[in-house]
């Protein structure tokens, strides 16, 4: 059964009532909009530099710097000593824990990232939960919705786990790295300590300490003037 604790140590985000009583690790996506509803205390604490946009209910902690060009659409809620960067795009029901790096071109929406989480270059997380110290390559996609716009469900053995979703895209473990330009299809779990190689499209459950190798062919042909 996948559970918070095999993908996320909770130690390592304040916001560990999310998992309460969580019996599958996607479970907590559906409580992002009441727990922001009731704790959220909104507040700029961080410094600001120029005008980046932020509207609605908006929590940002000390030592946090939100760049220009940057745009947060509230409800939502950033730690301590993170970098909010130029382009990035938050987008409602998002939950950042400290340290964290959110990047240029980068957008997020109903997520919650643990502590020292990066996205730091033209990514897409929607629906999604990072672990703490899960590292995005540049152009990694979590794709959050299927093509036929149908319920999402996770392989377990020979079987397939209903998650009561049609928007949920992948749970990312703690210390795993995603490669360059790699994209998750939606219901993807990803072990802590896992690796997957630039360029790689993911679909299902990879274990604790794994590497996904991709490989390509290459056929070098002489240039005819």
């Excluded at 909104?42 to 600001?48: A, E, K, Q, W």
């Excluded at 939960?129 to 152009?139: T, V």
Aim: hydrophobic share 40%.
């Amino acid at each position: 059964m996948p559970a918070p604790q095999d993908y996320l140590d909770l130690n390592h985000t304040e916001h560990r009532m999310l998992f309460e009583n969580a019996s599958h690790v996607w479970e907590a996506l559906a409580q992002i909009t009441s727990y922001l509803q009731f704790r959220l205390k909104p507040g700029i604490h961080g410094r600001l530099i120029g005008k980046p946009f932020v509207s609605g209910a908006v929590f940002v902690g000390h030592g946090t710097v939100i760049e220009q060009g940057a745009m947060i659409k509230g409800p939502a809620w950033i730690g301590e000593n993170c970098e909010i960067r130029s382009g990035c795009y938050i987008r409602e029901n998002v939950v950042v824990g400290s340290g964290c790096v959110l990047g240029n071109s980068c957008e997020f929406k109903n997520s919650i990232l643990l502590d020292e989480a990066q996205v730091p270059h033209f990514n897409y997380v929607g629906d999604s939960i990072l672990g703490y110290r899960a590292h995005l390559g540049a152009g990694v996609i979590l794709s959050n919705v299927k093509l036929d716009r149908g319920e999402i469900t996770v392989p377990a053995g020979e079987a397939l786990l209903p998650t009561g979703l049609r928007k949920f895209g992948a749970i990312i473990g703690d210390h795993a790295e995603i490669g360059c330009n790699s994209v998750l299809n939606p219901g993807s779990l990803i072990g802590k300590r896992s690796v997957l190689y630039p360029g790689t499209q993911w679909r299902g459950v990879l274990p604790a300490d794994s590497i996904v190798k991709t490989q390509q062919s290459h056929q070098i042909l002489a240039r005819r003037s």
